[in-house]
């Protein structure tokens, strides 16, 4: 929108910085920052107010945080998603393809997990709707946002996998890319949303993943850089820094009211559409395994859940104290607060390997 204002920078020169993405990104995190800022304590008491008892904690597991964490209001992420939005739509290149594709994986999600949130509030219940219903409509979105991935990006390019590390090296897998779109986005969507579950623990390793992906964007959008590098340009994806942009800003906002004792959580309507985001962003630059290097801290917490439930339902023994992974440290003895601060050290050494891909060819 304020990209609109280029048009009259030959009567104000000074109108022509909005012609660069790394302004417009700058921008964009301010904008959003300022929103949560001044809107957060509105919403967080909105939301008390309608919620009553707040998130549902679920009775198996610690302990500690039925005492501590019950009466904590829920669906924080309504704050995250309406400041990404206003940010995007004043900061970003409407015009943009990728950009409505992003944003709207984000949307879905995020409306998918408000419904899920919802259902949680209002049944006092830490079950929401139906997993295979909700699973499905994730695969929707997802489905819907690859395929114009590949109709928007040229051959074989739209169908092709890139691999780090290793120079000119992509991999075309067909049609078959849309079962990897898919895969991405809905477990990437998935893996932020088991990661959500200690004051600050997911919002930290999203403004880290986000702000990763903003440069990986800037790049393989830029073609002069991306060929220095020696990676494979996709021409347009530049401007989803300014989408990353205004989710660093609103993480940041968000975390000054989700920091240790947090007084919102972002629940399943930012988790989902922030993990939803991230996958959408990796699909679109063409950097889908660098995702799972960056978003590692996400991973390792997916896994550790599919081996807790793979190993018990086996041979009826866990191999951890308690799933997900920081769980099992919080049954361990950690202080809540170590394990968040640590969980956030890997995430920033996970996010420097992810970018050494760009240059270790």
Not at 37 to 46: K, R, S
Not at 272 to 301: D, N, P, R, S, Y
Not at 329 to 340: D, F, L, N, R, S
Request: charged share 10%; net charge neutral.
């Amino acid at each position: 929108m304020l990209l609109e204002l280029v048009q009259f920078s030959d009567q104000f020169g000074a109108l022509n910085v909005f012609r660069y993405i790394t302004f417009r990104t700058g921008g964009a995190i301010m904008t959003a920052l300022l929103f949560m800022f001044i809107f957060g304590p509105t919403l967080i008491n909105y939301l008390r107010a309608k919620q009553g008892k707040g998130q549902p904690i679920r009775d198996d597991g610690p302990e500690s945080h039925i005492i501590a964490k019950q009466g904590t209001p829920t669906m924080g992420g309504l704050g995250i998603l309406m400041a990404l939005l206003i940010s995007t739509l004043l900061w970003a290149d409407l015009n943009n393809v990728y950009v409505w594709i992003v944003l709207l994986v984000t949307l879905a999600f995020g409306a998918i997990g408000f419904y899920d949130d919802y259902l949680k509030v209002t049944k006092h219940s830490t079950k929401g709707f139906s997993g295979r219903i909700k699973f499905l409509l994730e695969v929707i979105v997802a489905a819907a946002a690859t395929a114009a991935v590949m109709w928007y990006q040229p051959e074989p390019l739209n169908m092709s996998l890139a691999i780090p590390f290793v120079k000119e090296l992509m991999i075309n897998l067909g049609p078959w890319f849309l079962l990897l779109g898919i895969f991405v986005i809905v477990g990437a969507g998935n893996a932020v949303n088991l990661t959500d579950g200690l004051d600050g623990l997911a919002i930290v390793p999203v403004m880290i993943a986000a702000a990763t992906f903003g440069l990986i964007s800037y790049l393989v959008g830029h073609k002069l850089f991306a060929d220095y590098l020696q990676i494979h340009p996709v021409a347009g994806t530049g401007e989803l820094a300014v989408l990353c942009g205004a989710v660093l800003g609103a993480g940041l906002g968000f975390l000054w009211f989700n920091a240790p004792p947090a007084m919102v959580f972002m629940g399943d309507t930012g988790s989902l559409a922030l993990g939803g985001m991230l996958g959408a962003m990796a699909v679109a630059t063409k950097h889908e395994i660098v995702l799972g290097i960056v978003g590692g801290l996400f991973a390792l917490e997916t896994i550790s859940v599919i081996v807790q439930v793979i190993s018990f339902k086996l041979t009826g023994k866990r191999v951890f104290r308690m799933a997900p992974l920081h769980h099992h440290y919080e049954q361990k003895g950690w202080a809540e607060q170590t394990i968040v601060i640590r969980f956030w050290i890997v995430a920033v050494i996970l996010a420097l390997i992810g970018l050494s891909t760009l240059k270790l060819r």
